[in-house]
Nanobody, 119 residues
Framework: QVHLVESGGGLVQPGGSLRLSCVVSGTIFSMYGMGWYRQAPGKQRDVVATITTGGSTDYADSVKGRFTISRDNAKNTVYLQMTSLKPEDTAVYYC?????????????WGQGTQVTVSP
């Protein structure tokens, strides 16, 4: 099975930065498009950023210009570099598979990593 382990979250002040990591195991990582998602308490889980197998990226409007998604296929890892963080970015952040062979796919969610933006 595909196993997803997120890390890198923490408490940061507004305007600060964090880099999240997601290590993927149990499959051939390079064959999957990947995505980052976030969920605040009582709210829906929403997509934050995606990256294709070829490295093309897309972002939610709320994070565009502040967040950068990237991948390192040699390390089976997808990253989310977050800058200029705002309190509204506070959420549990998850990664997941996005595409496989051109089709949209999902696997089980991992534990996520908590990001808290507060003075």
């Amino acid at each position: 099975q595909v196993h997803l382990v997120e890390s890198g979250g923490g408490l940061v002040q507004p305007g600060g930065s964090l880099r999240l990591s997601c290590v993927v195991s149990g499959t051939i990582f390079s064959m999957y498009g990947m995505g980052w998602y976030r969920q605040a308490p009582g709210k829906q889980r929403d997509v934050v950023a995606t990256i294709t197998t070829g490295g093309s990226t897309d972002y939610a409007d709320s994070v565009k210009g502040r967040f950068t998604i990237s991948r390192d296929n040699a390390k089976n890892t997808v990253y989310l570099q977050m800058t200029s963080l705002k309190p509204e970015d506070t959420a549990v952040y998850y990664c997941n598979v996005e595409t496989f062979l051109g089709a949209k796919v999902k696997t089980d969610w991992g534990q996520g990593t908590q990001v808290t933006v507060s003075p």
